[in-house]
């Protein structure tokens, strides 16, 4: 049976519940997620101490996130909280009224334990093996080091985005000695930290609510053809074109930018800054943004439970088997329709001349094709399309979560149009995609009646190519169906087929 767990996150400036149902090891799928404006860190001063009316928007957080979770089956709760509550000298009586009026015993994170769940979180789904995570939260800022994917060491700073926007966003617009001071604080916040001086061809990702903000305006600036943040890079150049588009708006006017939500219309300059700080410290030409971060960390603990570090061995082959499961795929096909798409791969290979990159995307393709039926059997191929681009498919990048859905768009019939995506794509992908959708369909008819009764296949190449089948039984339907769906194979190679 599926457990249902709720992960709160109390920070400085928002606070999250995420609700996950999930089968430890096998399979999981976010349910729900609840976000709350708190300010907890607002107008904390140099006394430390929480002010009543943040710590009451807090608490009333923590009491609708407690009985959301009892109405809707929650098994578990973990609550945590951070930097605000981390650093509050009358954190105790805080801590105390949350339990006493919403039930829950909030853990306190220690900057180290802050780093290492947003790490988990971000190992896990981006393709990150040597390189920074930088996670930017209202009270603080956190560089981890990654090696091998492994937790190295991590720096705590209390550059948050509501600590520095009191501090030093006085003006409006902002003036340019504000945004001086501004500049300086984020400089000096990472001045000291003697590792980033190595940062020479690594990675660079980066977490929390400010990051994603600014790849949603990169994005919706853009034009950008994918409504998708999680593996959107953007660079360096491109922040600093950002912090000169928000640098003289005023707080109304930033709250009209595209991509730009109204309650951190006030806090994304100083959050762009701290940014821009790092990437000029590090030397970072990019910077690529984790969807996943904290909360995903704190449940992989319960997910992977029994690995140590619960990391993902292979994480890419683990998110496409999660996405199969939840739409309840039939496996032996799958899996059958895999095994004949790979072999005419390999065999094909003087033609078309891919390697292992396009080898595996076919293989997945292949695990996936039939999805969509999930939603109806009539254009599932279409639905299938459609679950791929708007699921949180771990360890692809944006290219290839495009190729792997137009692969599954085009596994059943039609010629294939890329035009929606060219801006995502790279020259070459029409006929690159073109050539593989053409081979998984062939798989996908030769497996027409989903009982093996083709078991293999021998490839023969010649100015015809000869496809000679080896069956199990009466394959008269699957090789009638395959050649008849062959025009898609002659179009993209240039070659007549014929199987036997």
């Given at each position: 049976m599926q457990e249902r767990i709720g992960i709160i996150d109390l920070g400085s400036n928002t606070t999250r519940l995420v609700i996950m149902g999930y089968t430890p090891h096998h399979s999981f799928r976010l349910l729900d997620e609840v976000r709350e404006t708190v300010r907890l860190a607002e107008g904390v001063g140099d006394?430390?101490?929480?002010?009543?009316?943040?710590?009451?928007?807090?608490?009333?957080?923590?009491?609708?996130?407690?009985?959301?979770?009892?109405?809707?089956?929650?098994?578990?709760?973990?609550?945590?909280?951070?930097?605000?509550?981390?650093?509050?000298?009358?954190?105790?009586?805080?801590?105390?009224?949350?339990?006493?009026?919403?039930?829950?015993?909030?853990r306190v994170l220690s900057?180290?334990?802050?780093?290492?769940?947003?790490?988990?979180?971000?190992?896990?789904?981006?393709?990150?093996?040597d390189g920074y995570l930088i996670d930017i939260g209202g009270g603080s800022a956190e560089v981890t080091s990654i090696r091998g994917r492994g937790f190295v060491r991590s720096f705590s700073q209390p550059a948050g985005v509501v600590r520095f926007s009191e501090r030093y966003v006085r003006s409006d617009p902002i003036n340019n000695r504000d945004f001086n001071a501004l500049q300086d604080a984020a400089a000096a916040s990472f001045a000291g930290v003697e590792w980033l001086n190595d940062t020479h061809g690594t990675m660079l990702a980066g977490i929390g609510g400010t990051i994603r903000t600014l790849a949603e305006m990169d994005q919706k600036l853009s034009g950008y053809p994918l409504d998708r943040v999680h593996g959107h890079s953007f660079s360096r150049a491109r922040l600093d074109e950002l912090i000169a588009l928000l640098r003289p708006l005023t707080l109304r006017q930033r709250e009209d930018i595209p991509g730009l939500s109204r309650d951190r219309a006030d806090l994304i300059l100083a959050g762009a800054v701290i940014l821009q700080q790092l990437m000029e410290r590090g030397r970072?030409?990019?910077?690529?943004?984790?969807?996943?971060?904290?909360?995903?960390g704190v449940f992989y603990e319960h997910f992977l439970v029994g690995e140590q570090p619960p990391l993902f061995s292979d994480m890419r082959s683990f998110s496409v088997k999660n996405l199969a499961r939840l739409y309840n795929y039939e496996a032996i096909h799958s899996a059958k329709v895999r095994d004949l798409s790979v072999s005419l791969f390999d065999q094909l290979r003087p033609l078309h001349g891919y390697g292992e990159w396009e080898r595996d995307l076919l293989g997945y393709a292949a695990?996936?094709?039939?999805?969509?039926?999930?939603?109806?059997?009539?254009?599932?191929?279409?639905?299938?399309?459609?679950?791929?681009?708007?699921?949180?498919?771990?360890?692809?990048?944006?290219?290839?979560?495009?190729?792997?859905?137009?692969?599954?768009?085009?596994?059943?019939?039609?010629?294939?149009?890329?035009?929606?995506?060219?801006?995502?794509?790279?020259?070459?992908?029409?006929?690159?995609?073109?050539?593989?959708?053409?081979?998984?369909?062939?798989?996908?008819?030769?497996?027409?009646?989903?009982?093996?009764?083709?078991?293999?296949?021998?490839?023969?190449?010649?100015e015809t190519v000869r496809v000679v089948t080896k069956t199990m039984g009466d394959a008269t339907v699957e090789l009638w169906d395959a050649n008849r769906r062959s025009g898609l194979f002659q179009k993209a190679f240039g070659k007549a087929i014929e199987i036997v």
């Open positions: 006394d430390g101490q929480l002010k009543p009316v943040p710590m009451a928007r807090g608490v009333e957080a923590m009491k609708m996130f407690h009985s959301y979770c009892k109405s809707t089956g929650v098994t578990r709760i973990v609550p945590v909280a951070t930097s605000a509550t981390r650093d509050a000298t009358n954190q105790s009586a805080f801590l105390g009224r949350v339990a006493q009026e919403s039930s829950l015993k909030l900057t180290n334990e802050e780093a290492y769940y947003g790490y988990l979180g971000a190992v896990n789904a981006l393709d990150l093996r970072f030409a990019e910077i690529t943004v984790s969807g996943q971060g904290l909360r995903e695990q996936l094709h039939d999805i969509g039926v999930a939603i109806g059997y009539y254009d599932h191929h279409k639905h299938g399309a459609y679950l791929i681009m708007n699921s949180a498919l771990q360890g692809f990048n944006h290219r290839e979560v495009v190729m792997l859905a137009l692969l599954v768009r085009y596994h059943r019939k039609g010629d294939v149009s890329i035009d929606s995506y060219r801006k995502i794509l790279m020259p070459g992908d029409q006929e690159r995609i073109a050539r593989l959708a053409a081979l998984l369909r062939l798989a996908e008819y030769l497996e027409r009646s989903k009982s093996q009764v083709v078991q293999g296949l021998q490839v023969e190449l010649g």
